[in-house]
């Protein structure tokens, strides 16, 4: 079974720019969640979404959104882009369940994103 | 609120010798926890995960965890290093109902021959 999907693997944009992020779940996972890593803050939770619903959303400003597809596969936008937005931008994919919690999420390579 | 503390940012051991990883944990309800391992330039990959089945949790590549209510923490393991086993390692917790994980701040293993 194919594992997690992220497209591009590497970015680069300028201050004021936007960009988005694509995340193909493995097949059959219908929740996709992002996170954020950078030296400075380490992982940071960014939103999850199941079923084309944003079901929890991290402490990020408002130039940061997602959204989930039929297909269950995802996107996220960052607009306006700042310096400190350059990090690793990770999805994870998982089987959706009721208790939610304890279902493993499997970890795509990352989406290195760079802002001069 | 939940919150992990992993405490050495960095640990160095020989080839051969005892891993110990430490994460400490709080969480106001039943937590289910997990150790990920990522390796330069890749996403994470799960090494063992807790949920209350058991308090001993074995994972891949001879790595295990206890958890430890009274201590509130799950210390990770494995009796004898390899070189491929340096990586960073994250301890993160997540909660009933909600899968988003918070993660430690990461500990680094490094392994000398």
């Known amino acids: 079974k194919a594992g997690v999907t992220q497209t591009p693997r590497y970015l680069i944009k300028t201050r004021g720019q936007q960009v988005t992020l694509s995340c193909s779940p493995i097949?059959?996972?219908?929740?996709v969640s992002w996170y954020q890593q950078t030296p400075g803050q380490g992982l940071q939770f960014l939103f999850e979404?199941?079923?084309?619903?944003?079901?929890n959303k991290g402490n990020f400003p408002g130039r940061f959104s997602g959204r989930q597809f039929s297909n269950s596969r995802s996107e996220m936008n960052v607009s306006t882009l700042e310096l400190g937005d350059s990090a690793l931008y990770l999805c994870?994919?998982?089987?959706?369940?009721?208790?939610?919690?304890?279902?493993?999420?499997?970890f795509g390579p990352g989406t290195r994103l760079t802002v001069l | 609120a939940q919150s992990v503390t992993q405490l050495g940012s960095h640990v160095s051991v020989s080839e051969g010798a005892l891993v110990l990883l430490r994460c400490n944990y709080s969480?106001?309800?039943?937590?289910?926890l997990f150790w990920y391992v990522q390796y330069p330039n890749q996403g994470l990959q799960l090494l063992l995960k807790?949920?209350?089945?058991?308090?001993l949790v074995k994972g891949i590549n001879g790595f295990e965890a206890e958890f430890k209510k009274s201590e509130t923490s799950f210390h990770l393991t494995k009796p004898s290093a390899h070189m491929s086993d340096a990586a960073e390692y994250f301890c993160?917790?997540?909660?009933?109902?909600?899968?988003?994980?918070?993660f430690g701040s990461g500990t680094r293993l490094q392994v000398q021959p």
């Open positions: 994870a994919s998982s089987l959706f369940s009721p208790s939610g919690g304890d279902n493993e999420q499997f």
């Open positions: 807790y949920t209350s089945a058991a308090t």
């Open positions: 097949s059959g996972h219908r929740s």
């Open positions: 979404y199941f079923s084309e619903t944003q079901r």
């Open positions: 993160a917790v997540s909660i009933t109902g909600r899968r988003a994980l918070t």
């Open positions: 969480s106001s309800v039943p937590p289910y």
